[in-house]
């Protein structure tokens, strides 16, 4: 199983540019989210899919879009991409929206010009 | 997960030793909590977590110890070694939340 993975590993992006993270997990998941981590500071919840079909907002939403494209995968979208959205960005799953162990991916990193 | 400023806090310890990690958090309805493990360019990996119910939990080379008076967790790793180098965080959810709130994290720095 290769558990959670992320593409692009690394993108660099003009401010205004629009650009799309993929996410896929093969541990056959209902539950997956999406997080920002910045320098010194704690993962921070942007979106979070409880199951197929559904998405809802984290703590820190504003400037992105989801998409629950099936039970596998999860997309986070910028659409147009602002300095201040320099970071790492890490999609995570879990078995179910209970207090269940989340699995993290490797991480995409992106800077924004 | 408690706010510490932009720096990471850092715990250096050498080879062998045990090494204790703390966490603070605010929300005193929180009931689970747990601890991750992020090395350099990885995402966070589950190590232990521990429920309110409960004041110690040991895992293998690892103990969470849980302080709900003082609204305190520690992370113990016995006979620290260099792959454990990494930053460490603690997370905490609180009664019928989902989404855990994550603290910003500790460095761990083993020194062989």
């Known amino acids: 199983n290769a558990g959670v993975t992320q593409t692009p590993k690394f993108q660099v992006l003009k401010t205004g540019q629009s650009m799309t993270l993929q996410c896929a997990q093969d541990?056959?998941?209902?539950?997956m989210y999406w997080y920002r981590q910045d320098p010194g500071m704690g993962l921070r919840l942007i979106y979070y899919?409880?199951?197929?079909?559904?998405?809802d907002k984290g703590e820190v939403p504003n400037g992105y879009n989801v998409s629950r494209l099936n039970k596998r995968e999860f997309s986070l979208r910028l659409e147009s991409a602002a300095p201040s959205q320099t970071s790492v960005y890490f999609c995570?799953?879990?078995?179910?929206?209970?207090?269940?162990?989340?699995?993290f991916g490797p991480g995409t990193r992106l800077l924004v010009l | 997960g408690e706010s510490v400023g932009l720096h990471l806090p850092t715990l250096s310890v050498q080879e062998g030793d045990n090494s204790i990690i703390n966490c603070a958090y605010s929300?005193?309805?929180?009931?689970?909590f747990i601890w991750y493990k992020q090395e350099s360019g990885k995402g966070p990996q589950f190590i232990i977590d521990?429920?309110?119910?409960?004041d110690k939990r040991q895992g293998q080379r690892v103990t969470v110890l849980l302080n709900k008076t003082v609204k305190h967790l520690s992370l113990q790793i016995a006979a620290t070694q260099p792959g454990d180098s990494a930053v460490y965080f603690c997370?905490?959810?609180?009664?019928?939340?989902?989404?855990?709130?994550f603290g910003r994290g500790t460095s761990l720095i083993v020194h062989p």
């Open positions: 541990m056959n998941h209902n539950s």
């Open positions: 929300n005193s309805a929180s009931d689970y």
């Open positions: 521990i429920r309110s119910n409960m």
């Open positions: 997370a905490d959810l609180a009664g019928g939340s989902y989404i855990p709130t």
């Open positions: 995570a799953s879990s078995e179910d929206l209970r207090r269940e162990t989340q699995y």
């Open positions: 899919s409880a199951s197929e079909g559904t998405t």
